[in-house]
């Protein structure tokens, strides 16, 4: 159930960051920054998706591994880009509040796992 959760919410996820990263780049101009953003905050979803069909609980935990790297390293692009004022406070409150949600699921997830 975790995991379908887990699975719907980074989709959603993605989404946004689609949506953020068409509008940065048709407004701003900005295209370096914005693709990092688009780039790592996909590939937690990906991730997630690929860990569905892992072989072993090893890769399972490695697939969702690379999820939560990929998830605190979307964080960073979002800080990044709110900061250098490509992204508006409310968005960026927004998209640091369901990606914090997805690392604690993601964490919750792996030490389940290894236990």
Do not use: C, P
């Amino acid at each position: 159930m975790k995991e379908s959760i887990l699975k719907t919410k980074s989709y959603d996820f993605a989404l946004k960051i689609i949506s953020v990263y068409k509008s940065i780049s048709s407004k701003h101009k900005e295209y370096t920054l914005s693709r990092q953003l688009l780039r790592s905050g996909t590939s937690i979803g990906a991730n997630i998706r690929e860990a569905e069909f892992a072989q072993s609980n090893k890769e399972f935990i490695s697939k969702m591994s690379i999820a939560l790297k990929e998830a605190n390293e979307t964080e960073y692009w979002i800080s990044l880009l709110k900061d250098s004022n490509y992204l508006d406070s409310e968005t960026s409150k927004t998209l640091i509040f369901a990606n914090k949600e997805l690392i604690k699921m993601l964490v919750s997830t792996i030490n389940t796992m290894k236990s």
